[in-house]
């Protein structure tokens, strides 16, 4: 990940100096898609600071595969973006148990405002976490 920092004119213009104010934030999708593996691979309470951001989708992966825990992960999904990534808005999840495997497949639809962007994502939830599956469809 490449920081810049954010500059803005001092008001003192006889000296035309800049004051560095914030780290600059990046907005393109590839940030945007690596921020939501970060959400759902983070357990409420393991960042200090924030101790609210995660889904902890981990939690159903002792649970029974079924439906019935696939609409849950659904919900949980649809409740951690709207609620920590605000650069994107959800148009879509479907999440789909794959019995025969032992995971669930989540498909999320998204659009990214900022950047005129309407994608599809496939994503598997497994014995070994949660990974995106493809880029943009």
């Not at 920081?3 to 004119?9: D, G, Q, R, V």
């Not at 939501?36 to 989708?57: H, M, R, S, W």
């Not at 949980?76 to 025969?100: M, N, W, Y």
Request: glycine share 6%.
């Amino acid at each position: 990940m490449d920081l810049a920092e954010n500059t803005k004119p001092s008001n003192n213009a006889s000296y035309g100096k800049t004051t560095q104010t914030d780290i600059h934030a990046s907005i393109d999708e590839g940030c945007i898609m690596n921020s939501l593996t970060n959400l759902f691979n983070t357990v409420p309470g393991q960042k200090i600071l924030n101790p609210e951001f995660g889904i902890n989708l981990m939690q159903w992966l002792f649970e029974p595969v079924n439906e019935f825990t696939a609409r849950e992960i659904g919900e949980a999904i649809q409740f951690g973006i709207t609620k920590f990534e605000p650069r994107i808005q959800l148009t879509h999840v479907s999440v789909i148990s794959d019995q025969e495997k032992n995971q669930y497949i989540i498909k999320l639809a998204i659009q990214i405002p900022s950047l005129n962007i309407s994608t599809t994502h496939d994503a598997a939830l497994n014995q070994f976490g949660f990974e995106f599956l493809t880029e943009n469809e």
